[in-house]
T-cell receptor, first 109, second 117 residues
Framework: GQNIDQPTEMTATEGAIVQINCTYQ??????LFWYQQHAGEAPTFLSY??LDGLEEKGRFSSFLSRSKGYSYLLLKELQMKDSASYLC??????????WGAGTKLIIKP | TAGITQAPTSQILAAGRSMTLRCTQD?????MYWYRQDLGLGLRLIHY???????GKGEVPDGYSVSRANTDDFPLTLASAVPSQTSVYFC????????????????FGSGTRLTVV
């Protein structure tokens, strides 16, 4: 079956760096997405990786290793507003998104 | 502001009743999707439409139906609601259904919180 694994919850300190990991097993691969979802709100698109390597976008970076079925989202200079759930999703061979359950990130002052 | 509008924002529905969740987008995206989100689970695809006039079943289609009469609208109907359909429902869209609108991702509506009692 298809599976996306990410930690349920993480805690980090304001101003610090946090890495949220995602491992996947899917039938085919057409890219990996990261979304941010604040409580009670809709998911918003953060990043898309289809080739191996690191994609940097401001304070957020996303890394992909297709051979290892692994990705991470790196958040630098954490701010209180970064408290949210971070969703990892993989697009399979049928161009359907398979979603992880999300990682709830708690930022402490 | 361009995007997706969902209605209603929340609803309490008696079991056995029918209901239609509305979804409208103004981005002229070809593909649209309905997801449900339950605590501890990832978003699960209910139905999708790659282009106006076509629809397909997702992972959890039972008890739900959709139609796509035009590009902008993608309503989701529960014919006879059951308590297990209590969830938060998100409508989403992407530029191209066949490739999923890859680099730009999906755009989501603000969701409908449905409680079936």
């Amino acid at each position: 079956g298809q599976n996306i694994d990410q930690p349920t919850e993480m805690t980090a300190t304001e101003g610090a760096i946090v890495q949220i990991n995602c491992t996947y097993q899917t039938s085919g691969f057409n890219g990996l997405f990261w979304y941010q979802q604040h409580a009670g709100e809709a998911p918003t698109f953060l990043s898309y990786n289809v080739l191996d390597g690191l994609e940097e976008k401001g304070r957020f970076s996303s890394f992909l290793s297709r051979s290892k079925g692994y990705s991470y989202l790196l958040l630098k200079e954490l701010q209180m507003k970064d408290s949210a759930s971070y969703l990892c999703a993989v697009m399979d061979s049928n161009y359907q998104l398979i979603w992880g359950a999300g990682t709830k990130l708690i930022i402490k002052p | 502001t361009a995007g997706i509008t969902q209605a209603p924002t929340s609803q309490i529905l008696a079991a056995g009743r029918s209901m239609t969740l509305r979804c409208t987008q103004d981005m002229r995206h070809n593909a649209m999707y309905w997801y449900r989100q339950d605590l501890g689970l990832g978003l699960r695809l209910i139905h999708y439409s790659n282009t106006a006039g076509t629809t397909g079943k997702g992972e959890v289609p039972d008890g739900y139906s959709v139609s796509r009469a035009n590009t902008d609208d993608f309503p989701l109907t529960l014919a006879s609601a059951v308590p297990s359909q209590t969830s938060v429902y998100f409508c989403a869209s992407s530029e191209d259904g066949s490739t999923g609108g890859l680099a730009s991702g999906y755009t989501f509506g603000s969701g409908t919180r449905l409680t079936v009692v």
